[in-house]
């Protein structure tokens, strides 16, 4: 397995050389450091830049010319160790919140889950130092999350986290939105909802000896709101996929009707053989267009596959199996002035079925670097 340690920087000249020092110590000889930097005025990049002569082609820094948050030094972070080939990428502070020894355990747990969470909240966990107002506030925050996210993750907040290059590309680094504290909470809620195997190991975190914080406090009542932004994101890109859904079945339907006028009506062939042909060739186009259009932040790059084409014909058919089945049993069951009030009920059941089918096993947990 191939390690980057991802630190963001911004004026931990006191505490970088250090850190980098003790994280060598712990990782595997394979394992590489990137410093994420944004122009620190007290000289953290010089520092790390001298301290890179130490430990050859091990030792990186991404300068960037201004300061841009650490969300976005993660996710530039991650981007940068998905490109070079890594295959774990783990995030943590500069200022020793984040201790280095738990490294090998976080390591040990990657063996078996696709992302390893940092805890302060679960047992053996802990916040060091803290009054009891901060205490509070970690623990208000998680189960406030835990509340309305409904995912069994205890520390939410939390960004010591090893994320395995699996689970990234899952989430998909171009869906986040959020930053500050949110950035860590939309990060484990997306890995959780695209059924990443997530862990959490206790760790214990002080506060930081020397520097200054640079979260400003405003950022955690933000993170209340973004919860919901969160949820409701996640909502609306369903709805979203749903209509997309819906137009390119139509679009298969058009497809279905012209063939079938030009096989049966025009060339006169058979009906059946001719109504299956146009089964096969609309469904293939739908699922084309799903996969790119469609679910085309579940798919991203990874390419059309006749394993997940079957499964979309399986899942059409199911489709259409639903629909006759309500059409027939509303016929049977009620009075209605036209049958056609039955097809149509029966149309949208099956089309509900079909898109289930679709987003939570044709489409689902397939590589999603593009997104959007
Ligand atoms: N590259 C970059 N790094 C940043 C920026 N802001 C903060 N960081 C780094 O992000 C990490 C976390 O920042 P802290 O200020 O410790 O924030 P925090 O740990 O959430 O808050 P505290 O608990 O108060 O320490 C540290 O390594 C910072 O140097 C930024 O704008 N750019
Ligand atoms: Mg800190």
């Known amino acids: 397995m191939k390690l980057l340690v991802i630190i963001p920087t911004y ?43 130490e430990y050859s082609c091990r030792l990186h820094i991404l300068k960037r010319p201004e300061k841009q948050g650490g969300a976005s030094a993660f996710l530039q972070g991650f981007a940068w160790g998905i490109e070079r080939g890594c295959d774990a990428m783990l995030a943590m502070d500069a200022d020793f919140s984040h201790d280095p020894r738990y490294i090998p355990m976080l390591l040990e747990k990657a063996n078996d889950h696709d992302v390893v969470l940092g805890s302060r909240l679960v047992k053996g966990g802990g916040i060091e130092n803290r009054t009891f107002a901060r205490n509070l506030i970690s623990h208000g925050a998680s189960l406030y999350c835990k509340f309305l996210l409904a995912a069994p993750i205890k520390d939410w907040t939390g960004g010591y986290n090893l994320w395995s290059k699996k689970a990234l590309s899952k989430i998909g680094l171009k869906s986040i939105v959020t930053r500050g504290y949110s950035f860590q909470i939309e990060m484990k809620y997306k890995a959780f909802k695209a059924g990443c195997k997530i862990t959490e190991v206790p760790i214990i975190f002080p506060d930081r000896k020397y520097g200054v914080s640079k979260m400003p406090a405003s950022y955690l009542v933000k993170a209340l709101f973004d919860v919901w ?30 063939l079938f006028f030009l096989c049966a009506d025009k060339a006169g062939l058979p009906e059946i053989p001719v109504s299956i042909g146009c089964f096969f060739i609309a469904g293939t186009q739908n699922y084309i267009i799903n996969h790119n259009w469609s679910f085309a932040n579940n798919t991203g790059t990874a390419k059309v596959s006749v394993k997940r084409w079957a499964l979309f014909l399986v899942s059409s058919l199911a ?23 039955a097809q149509a009920c029966g149309i949208a059941a099956g089309m509900v079925i079909n898109f289930l089918f679709s987003k939570f096993v044709v489409f689902r947990g397939i590589s999603c670097l593009k997104e959007k």
């Open 319 to 341: 489709g259409l199996s639903v629909n006759i089945t309500v059409m027939k049993c509303m016929i049977m069951n009620f009075y209605l002035p036209y049958k056609f009030i």
């Open 229 to 258: 932004r969160i949820k409701c994101m996640r909502m609306n890109n369903g709805i979203k996929q749903f209509i997309k859904f819906g137009i390119t079945g139509g679009l298969g339907t058009v497809t279905n009707l012209v």
């Open 11 to 53: 004026n931990e000249a006191d505490n970088i050389q250090n850190l980098i020092q003790a994280v060598f110590t712990v990782i595997p000889p394979n394992g590489e450091i990137l410093v994420v930097d944004d122009n620190s005025p007290d000289g953290t990049a010089e520092i790390v830049e001298k301290t890179a002569a």
